[in-house]
């Protein structure tokens, strides 16, 4: 099985802040992996695929870097609305499994 | 565009089995393009993807809860289902219904989701 770690588990920003979230595999998955975004109550939204690429309607200050075993979600400009949970998920290897989430929070 | 709603029971007695479906807006089951999932999130944890299904009724699930799954298709409702047999407290969670493309297997990402049904075993 593939270990996931995200990190920071909470990351306390303020609006206008560039953010960077880390998600570090224990194997290499080479580019399998998706960020998503979820609010209280929510379902998660797909941001992210194939670790760079922007899904669909989803504004550009999102960013995804890595491939290999190292990846980073970036926020260039944090948004009041995109105060929320983001999580990482890898579809390398059977089953797929998600990070453990990273709260971004109002500082 | 694929919209997608969870229903079923709220609250179910351990041991008992959970049933949840998924009814599909704006497409097709039957469609060779996506594989049907569900996913659950107990409260305030994690993302657990629990198993899937192609139109053609090919599944696939979680070893960890590969005992006690079963997800099928109905292509006259447009609906998937889930089926959790013996369940526990540890059941208890937030289930999603999402899909995912017909690529790798149908494991890759799950785009789009249902809004989740909270699903509480206890007595």
């Known amino acids: 099985a593939i270990w996931m770690t995200q990190s920071p588990s909470l990351l306390s920003a303020s609006t206008g802040d560039r953010v960077t979230i880390s998600c570090r595999m224990s194997q290499g998955i080479s580019s399998y992996l998706a960020w998503y975004q979820q609010k209280p109550g929510k379902a998660p939204e797909l941001l992210i695929y194939?670790?760079?690429t922007l899904q669909s309607g989803v504004p550009s200050r999102f960013s995804g870097s890595g491939s290999g075993t190292d990846f980073t979600l970036t926020i260039s400009c944090l948004q009041s609305e995109d105060f929320a949970t983001y999580y990482c998920?890898?579809?390398?290897?059977?089953?797929?499994?998600f990070g453990q989430g990273t709260k971004v929070e109002i500082k | 565009q694929v919209q997608l709603q969870e229903s079923g029971p709220g609250l179910v007695k351990p041991s008992e089995t959970l049933s949840l479906t998924c009814t599909v807006s704006?497409?097709?089951?039957?469609?060779?393009?996506?594989?049907w999932s569900w996913i659950r999130q107990p409260p305030g944890k994690g993302l657990e993807w629990i198993g899937y299904i192609y139109y053609s009724g090919s599944t696939n699930y979680n070893p960890s809860l590969k005992s006690r799954v079963t997800i099928s298709v109905d292509t006259s409702k447009n609906q998937f289902s889930l089926k959790l047999s013996s369940v526990t407290a540890a059941d208890t969670a937030v289930y999603y219904c999402?899909?995912?493309?017909?690529?790798?297997?149908?494991?890759?990402?799950?785009?789009?989701w249902g809004q989740g049904t909270l699903v509480t075993v206890s007595s």
């Open positions: 998920q890898q579809y390398y290897s059977f089953p797929p499994t």
């Open positions: 999402a899909t995912s493309l017909n690529w790798n297997y149908g494991i890759n990402w799950f785009d789009p």
């Open positions: 194939a670790a760079s």
């Open positions: 704006g497409g097709s089951v039957s469609s060779g393009s996506y594989y």
